[in-house]
């Protein structure tokens, strides 16, 4: 089965796995026509969770989370329809990317620079696809009450040289972001404008037109409070930043929004109707995929939420038929 809801096509219609929001959303999108052409947050895609994720080289016990897998990320946009990618990224040289220290490693990417280009040479030979919206989460190292588990984690983290994020890594986040997808890149300057506030320009002027971000990468950056408010240290609107921050809807940076649970009290619809750019999952830990139910995967592709995210773009035989896709 194939979880999908129906919406009017529009002449935006596009590949399995992006739809163009129609009227069928309501006071909100009649608003977004109103000011114009099609925005970038009247775009629907499909995205993918830990999108860089394969199973542990290990025994995998029954129902650990762990236990999924994704294609490369080129195949993922080839292939799958996916348009928002998520990767972890620890700082250490060239931001290795995986999921846990020791028991959680395996990446289809190794590196968050090898990540970046392999979805810009999947860019540079498809120059009309609809804006990627990419998701990086700054990860940080465990820790443990067990002294033997935190020696094992000191010692593997001081043998790939990862640290905890400062300023100064940031900064060279910021500048990978910038050599690879150069002028394919929207960064909050491009979105902020003449408004003093990026959350001002979102909501009162909209996000670039869909005609305008064919072809263009989004970087957002997601993790803990602590580190998102590190990128922010003197620039609360983002200024001269390359990303964007998943933020809270009151927040100066606020233009990107988490609600992962896409239940009534997430807001979503509201979130929508003020232009933000809305992520939330339609499933999580596998919970839903090995019960074959669709419940959460319907409420979120019925929340108004412009990003789905799934672990589940195709089927996976170790699982089971659960999938959940967007009707162009």
């Known amino acids: 089965m194939r979880c999908s809801i129906a919406l009017r096509k529009t002449r935006h219609a596009t590949a399995v796995g992006v739809v163009v929001i129609a009227a069928v959303w309501g006071?909100?999108?009649?608003?977004?026509?109103?000011?114009?052409?099609?925005?970038?947050?009247?775009?629907?895609?499909?995205?993918?969770?830990?999108?860089?994720?394969?199973?542990?080289?290990?025994?995998?016990?029954?129902?650990?989370?762990?236990?999924?897998?994704?294609?490369?990320?080129d195949v993922q946009l080839g292939e799958q329809g996916v348009r928002s990618l998520e990767l972890d990224a620890f700082n250490g040289p060239e931001f290795p990317v995986f999921h846990s220290l020791l028991i959680d490693t395996a990446s289809t990417c190794p590196t968050l620079d090898a990540c970046f280009r392999t979805i810009d040479a999947w860019s540079d030979a498809h120059p009309r696809h609809e804006p990627l919206v990419l998701f990086v989460e700054a990860k940080t190292l465990p820790t443990s009450t067990n002294p033997a588990a935190q020696t094992?984690?000191?010692?593997?983290?001081?043998?790939q040289g990862i640290t905890e994020w400062d300023a100064a890594a940031f900064d060279r986040l910021d500048a990978l972001v910038r050599d690879v997808f150069g002028?394919?890149?929207?960064?909050?300057?491009?979105?902020?404008?003449?408004?003093?506030?990026?959350?001002?320009?979102?909501?009162?002027?909209?996000?670039?037109?869909?005609?305008?971000?064919?072809?263009?990468?989004?970087?957002t950056l997601i993790g803990k409070q602590g580190e998102r408010d590190l990128y922010r240290a003197g620039a609360p609107a983002l200024e001269g930043r390359a990303m964007f921050v998943n933020s809270k809807p009151t927040d100066p940076s606020a233009a990107v929004i988490s609600r992962d649970v896409p239940d009534d009290k997430a807001g979503i619809s509201r979130l929508v109707r003020q232009h933000f750019l809305v992520k939330t999952r339609a499933d999580a830990d596998g919970v839903e995929a090995r019960s074959n139910d669709h419940t959460r995967a319907e409420r979120a592709l019925h929340s108004g939420a412009q990003i789905v995210v799934t672990d589940y773009p195709v089927a996976d035989p170790a699982i089971g038929p659960y999938v959940?896709?967007?009707t162009p």
Do not use: C, M, Q
């Open 324 to 326: 959940v896709g967007l």
């Open 152 to 159: 094992a984690i000191d010692t593997a983290a001081a043998e």
């Open 27 to 73: 006071a909100g999108v009649a608003r977004a026509a109103s000011r114009g052409p099609d925005r970038l947050d009247d775009v629907r895609l499909l995205g993918t969770h830990n999108s860089y994720h394969l199973r542990p080289d290990r025994t995998i016990t029954p129902g650990e989370p762990a236990d999924y897998a994704h294609a490369p990320l």
């Open 183 to 219: 002028r394919r890149l929207i960064t909050p300057d491009d979105v902020r404008g003449k408004r003093r506030t990026l959350r001002e320009a979102v909501v009162r002027d909209g996000w670039p037109t869909f005609a305008k971000s064919r072809g263009k990468v989004l970087v």
